[in-house]
């Protein structure tokens, strides 16, 4: 556990900014955690409509609550059974190597910066781990990042071995001196090209970088391994506003199709965008306007923000270019947020009808957000995580629900996995979940805020924000569950 005067120095750092409540470690060294082990669950009566996944079982990889959220995870394709996970705050990251039974967790922070989060992470088709995560000391205006932030940067960490050990120096992807004006780096997401096409080990993030008058989104790649990154590329058409609110290019997502093709989607205001590389993420084409949504940014009762943004992934099972291409999304076009997935069976050219991932039934009133998808590279079903509340009448209290499409995303069955129904009290879960697939095992990863042990404190004797007691009872834990479905024809 962080000592307090460390936290009192973050904080410090923070002064001025309004993000503070949002994105201040409450650990900043967080204990190792060798063979926490996998546990299975059992469905709460306000899911008992849903069927368990096959083969449930779930760890918490965070044994006391903290400042955690903003989860990723990655499966080694050459390895299945060896998984990555990363979390915040600051950066972390956990590996098993036997399928999800038991995981390793360690700090691996930026050592330059006070705070490091944000995180992605991916294998290469080497193997290799990555965890990319964004750092900086003070964030700018409230929604207005651009805006007196200081030096800020994206950074990445490698494991050589499949995220057992982390090399000890951090590669800057993308670093801002302090500089009047500097702009901001935010939300990074790090893809491979694991394909057998002709930019075989690529490696390329994606990103938005705010300043004071506008949102861009930015791509680099690398060709080494990740020792050297190019310079950023702006791959938008055009600015999006300068706010973290509609109207921002935000959300950047991407997946690599088996001919080495990099497709990338992200938001912009009312609608969701793509754009292509053929060529190894050097150059994009025009990114062109696929899916109109409601406003991706919204209000759901008792959390402190959230999104819908997208996700893409491509089946590449099917020729050379790969088959159908799928993303998903979350919006309130039926007055409750739902989650959702469109199709493409041209590669991105035409796609298809918006079809409700979650089951219950339309305008019941229940919100299901937070999704992330990952394509099975094997079997080509398609796997979405997001929380769920339409097992409380009140609509405030969420599990976390699997849902699963093996037809090609025109229906999806829903699955129970994390069955304990939990109220975020107002807390911040992160911006997304995550989740990957390889061969019918399926990897998820999420925040969960516990119940604190003799309940709340009443209104006026909340513990200050630099003490262990108060992330006691505000803090938040990261979760992995795992579901198997070899040998299921679900």
């Given at each position: 556990?962080?000592?307090?005067?460390?936290?009192?120095?973050?904080?410090?750092?923070?002064?001025?900014?309004?993000?503070?409540?949002?994105?201040?470690?409450?650990?900043?060294?967080?204990?190792?955690?060798?063979?926490?082990?996998?546990?299975?669950?059992?469905?709460?009566?306000?899911?008992?409509?849903?069927?368990?996944?096959?083969?449930?079982?779930?760890?918490?990889?965070?044994?006391?609550?903290?400042?955690?959220?903003?989860?990723?995870?990655?499966?080694?394709?050459?390895?299945?059974?060896?998984?990555?996970?990363?979390?915040?705050?600051?950066?972390?990251?956990?590996?098993?190597?036997?399928?999800?039974?038991?995981?390793?967790?360690?700090?691996?922070?930026?050592?330059?910066?006070?705070?490091?989060?944000d995180v992605s992470t991916t294998f290469?088709?080497?193997?290799?781990?990555?965890?990319?995560?964004?750092?900086?000391?003070?964030?700018?205006?409230?929604?207005?990042?651009?805006?007196?932030?200081?030096?800020?940067?994206?950074?990445?960490?490698?494991?050589?071995?499949?995220?057992?050990?982390w090399e000890e120096n951090e590669i800057?992807?993308?670093?801002?001196?302090?500089?009047?004006?500097?702009?901001?780096?935010?939300?990074?997401?790090?893809?491979?090209?694991?394909?057998?096409?002709?930019?075989?080990?690529?490696?390329?993030?994606?990103?938005?970088?705010?300043?004071?008058?506008?949102?861009?989104?930015?791509?680099?790649?690398?060709?080494?391994?990740?020792?050297?990154?190019?310079?950023?590329?702006?791959?938008?058409?055009?600015?999006?506003?300068?706010?973290?609110?509609?109207?921002?290019?935000?959300?950047?997502?991407?997946?690599?199709?088996?001919?080495?093709?990099?497709?990338?989607?992200?938001?912009?205001?009312?609608?969701?965008?793509?754009?292509?590389?053929?060529?190894?993420?050097?150059?994009?084409?025009?990114?062109?306007?696929?899916?109109?949504?409601?406003?991706?940014?919204?209000?759901?009762?008792?959390?402190?923000?959230?999104?819908?943004?997208?996700?893409?992934?491509?089946?590449?099972?099917?020729?050379?270019?790969?088959?159908?291409?799928?993303?998903?999304?979350?919006?309130?076009?039926?007055?409750?947020?739902?989650?959702?997935?469109?199709?493409?069976?041209?590669?991105?050219?035409?796609?298809?009808?918006?079809?409700?991932?979650?089951?219950?039934?339309?305008?019941?009133?229940?919100?299901?957000?937070?999704?992330?998808?990952?394509?099975?590279?094997?079997?080509?079903?398609?796997?979405?995580?997001?929380?769920?509340?339409?097992?409380?009448?009140?609509?405030?209290?969420?599990?976390?629900?699997?849902?699963?499409?093996?037809?090609?995303?025109?229906?999806?069955?829903?699955?129970?996995?994390?069955?304990?129904?939990?109220?975020?009290?107002?807390?911040?879960?992160?911006?997304?979940?995550?989740?990957?697939?390889?061969?019918?095992?399926?990897?998820?990863?999420?925040?969960?805020?516990?119940?604190?042990?003799?309940?709340?404190?009443?209104?006026?004797?909340?513990?200050?924000?630099?003490?262990?007691?108060?992330?006691?009872?505000?803090?938040?834990?990261?979760?992995?569950?795992?579901?198997?479905?070899?040998?299921?024809?679900?």
């Amino acid at each position: 556990m962080a000592d307090v005067k460390d936290l009192g120095e973050v904080r410090r750092a923070f002064a001025g900014s309004a993000w503070i409540a949002m994105f201040v470690a409450a650990v900043l060294c967080g204990p190792r955690i060798c063979g926490a082990q996998a546990q299975t669950t059992e469905p709460a009566a306000g899911q008992a409509a849903l069927p368990m996944a096959p083969g449930a079982a779930l760890t918490m990889v965070t044994p006391e609550p903290g400042y955690f959220t903003e989860p990723g995870i990655a499966i080694d394709p050459n390895h299945p059974d060896n998984v990555v996970a990363v979390y915040q705050d600051n950066a972390h990251a956990a590996y098993s190597t036997d399928a999800g039974k038991t995981w390793t967790a360690e700090n691996v922070e930026s050592k330059e910066y006070r705070v490091s989060g944000d995180v992605s992470t991916t294998f290469d088709n080497q193997g290799h781990a990555f965890i990319c995560y964004i750092a900086f000391d003070k964030l700018g205006t409230f929604n207005y990042w651009g805006h007196n932030a200081n030096h800020n940067g994206i950074y990445i960490r490698r494991s050589m071995d499949g995220g057992k050990t982390w090399e000890e120096n951090e590669i800057a992807v993308s670093a801002q001196p302090q500089q009047e004006g500097v702009p901001f780096e935010d939300k990074p997401y790090i893809v491979a090209d694991d394909s057998h096409g002709p930019y075989a080990g690529n490696l390329y993030i994606g990103w938005t970088r705010w300043t004071v008058k506008d949102s861009e989104l930015l791509f680099v790649r690398s060709t080494d391994d990740g020792k050297t990154w190019s310079k950023p590329i702006e791959i938008d058409n055009a600015p999006g506003l300068p706010r973290d609110d509609n109207g921002a290019l935000e959300g950047f997502a991407a997946t690599v199709g088996p001919d080495g093709t990099v497709c990338a989607v992200w938001s912009d205001g009312d609608h969701m965008v793509l754009t292509e590389s053929h060529d190894g993420g050097q150059t994009f084409s025009r990114a062109r306007s696929i899916i109109e949504t409601a406003p991706i940014m919204f209000k759901v009762d008792a959390v402190a923000r959230s999104n819908g943004f997208p996700q893409i992934g491509i089946d590449p099972r099917g020729g050379k270019k790969g088959g159908r291409m799928y993303v998903t999304w979350s919006d309130y076009r039926n007055g409750d947020v739902d989650v959702f997935c469109s199709t493409s069976e041209d590669h991105g050219k035409n796609w298809g009808p918006a079809v409700r991932v979650n089951t219950d039934a339309a305008h019941d009133g229940a919100d299901q957000f937070f999704q992330w998808m990952a394509v099975d590279a094997v079997d080509g079903s398609v796997n979405v995580v997001f929380y769920d509340r339409r097992g409380d009448p009140e609509n405030r209290k969420q599990t976390v629900t699997l849902a699963r499409s093996t037809d090609g995303g025109k229906t999806f069955a829903n699955y129970a996995w994390d069955a304990q129904a939990f109220d975020a009290q107002e807390v911040f879960l992160g911006d997304y979940t995550g989740i990957a697939a390889l061969g019918g095992r399926v990897y998820g990863i999420w925040t969960v805020k516990p119940a604190p042990a003799g309940g709340s404190p009443r209104p006026g004797q909340m513990p200050a924000r630099t003490s262990a007691e108060y992330w006691r009872l505000r803090g938040t834990q990261i979760q992995i569950g795992v579901a198997d479905f070899k040998g299921s024809d679900k």
